[in-house]
Every structure is written in structure tokens, then in C-alpha cells.
T-cell receptor, first 114, second 116 residues
Framework: DTGVSQDPRHKITKRGQNVTFRCDPI?????LYWYRQTLGQGPEFLTY????????KSRLLSDRFSAERPKGSFSTLEIQRTEQGDSAMYLC????????????FGAGTRLSVL | AQSVTQLDSQVPVFEEAPVELRCNYS??????LFWYVQYPNQGLQLLLK????STLVKGINGFEAEFNKSQTSFHLRKPSVHISDTAEYFC??????????????WGLGTSLAVNP
């Protein structure tokens, strides 16, 4: 079991550029979550997949954000036209139905928008 | 709507002393409760969970927590802390019986600083 893997670990970009993050969940997990965490805060829910279906999106997720999980395995989170306010840690978690939704987290991708 | 309140933003404590990190939640349905720990520049690691059954749950690294339904609390305790316990601790809740999306609602975190 390799755990949840996120790539890249760090991303520095200029305002206005597009960025894409990848999350590889634990292999047998059917649920996948994206959260965002800013300094000194707890994580905030962004979006949720069950298998390949995106079932809920937070109002925090503006039109510039899009997430996919095309084959129900890995997921990508894309941010278009990045803004300085997008600077945060983006966390991915996975879980499966039989464990009461115990979510296992990756190490996160830290985004810095200059 | 669910919410989680961690009553202390920072808790300084001396090594080998006991510690309690407080967490209260609000929810109109049954809940699952979690404590996670986050070390600097790392992801979130599950410390312990309450899903059902015994209200006293034990986790990793000697931590335990007690679910108190009447007080809607889930306080985290450790009888003797180590320097290595210095980290950010997050309490989280998800609804146990509501639909498919069991997103976690988080507290703001408690920074535990263990001093020698």
C-alpha cells in the first residue's frame, strides 16, 4: 500500500498562468476528495468524487477551478488564470465505503502564486 | 449545518505533562469524529476516530479521545507528552448517515508546543 500520492509537492507560478495538480489515491478507494488549506486554517472542502463521478463542488470552487477523475482512479485539479489568493496547500484524500469514510491524505501540493 | 470548534488555538505544555485539546461540534444527525495531526510541511495523519461503539477511543502515539454526545464534545488527551508531539492538531466531523458525500468539516486547529 503506497498511500495517497500527490504531485508536484511544490509549485511556484506567476499570476495568470494555469496549473494542474495530480492525485493518486489508495488503489482500492472509490472516493476521492480535494481540500484547500491556507496558513493557520483548517482544510476546506473543495470537491468530491465517487468513482469517476464528481458529485459535489463547494462554492469555494470558482469557474477557474476544474477537477476530473476520468477512470475512477487518479484525479487532476486544474486552476486557470491563477490569482495570488489561490496560494495555498491543496490536499487530496481518498476513502472507501466500508471504513465509515476514514480519509487518508496525501502530503499535499503547496501552490505559491507570485 | 455542521461546525467544529477547537477551543484553544495554542497549547504550550512541558514535556511529560498531560495535555487535553478540546473539540466541540454541532450537528443535527449522528456523526463520525476524527482527530488528525499535521507536522510542519506535511500532510494530515489520522490519529484516531470515533465511528460507533465505545465512547473512549485510542489512537496512535498514546493519544485517546472521548466522545460525549450530550456535550457534543470529542476532546483529545495524552497523559504524558513528548517533544515529538509538537504539531498542529485538527478535529473533524462528518455526518454518519447522510447520503454519499461524507466530506470532513474541520476545526481551525490547535498548535501544541511541547517544551523541554
Amino acid at each position: 500500500d503506497t498511500g495517497v500520492s500527490q504531485d508536484p509537492r511544490h509549485k511556484i507560478t506567476k499570476r495568470g498562468q494555469n496549473v494542474t495538480f495530480r492525485c493518486d489515491p489508495i488503489s482500492e478507494h472509490n472516493r476521492l476528495y480535494w481540500y484547500r488549506q491556507t496558513l493557520g486554517q483548517g482544510p476546506e472542502f473543495l470537491t468530491y468524487f465517487q468513482n469517476e463521478a464528481q458529485l459535489e463542488k463547494s462554492r469555494l470552487l470558482s469557474d477557474r477551478f476544474s477537477a476530473e477523475r476520468p477512470k475512477g482512479s487518479f484525479s487532476t485539479l486544474e486552476i486557470q488564470r491563477t490569482e495570488q489568493g489561490d496560494s495555498a496547500m491543496y490536499l487530496c484524500a481518498s476513502s472507501w465505503d466500508r471504513e465509515g469514510n476514514i480519509q487518508y491524505f496525501g502530503a499535499g501540493t503547496r501552490l505559491s502564486v507570485l | 449545518a455542521q461546525s467544529v470548534t477547537q477551543l484553544d488555538s495554542q497549547v504550550p505544555v512541558f514535556e511529560e505533562a498531560p495535555v487535553e485539546l478540546r473539540c466541540n461540534y454541532s450537528s443535527s444527525v449522528s456523526v463520525y469524529l476524527f482527530w488528525y495531526v499535521q507536522y510542519p510541511n506535511q500532510g494530515l495523519q489520522l490519529l484516531l476516530k470515533y465511528l460507533s461503539g465505545s465512547t473512549l477511543v485510542k489512537g496512535i502515539n498514546g493519544f485517546e479521545a472521548e466522545f460525549n454526545k450530550s456535550q457534543t464534545s470529542f476532546h483529545l488527551r495524552k497523559p504524558s507528552v513528548h517533544i515529538s508531539d509538537t504539531a498542529e492538531y485538527f478535529c473533524a466531523v462528518s455526518e454518519g448517515n447522510a447520503g454519499n458525500n461524507r466530506k470532513l468539516i474541520w476545526g481551525l486547529g490547535t498548535s501544541l508546543a511541547v517544551n523541554p
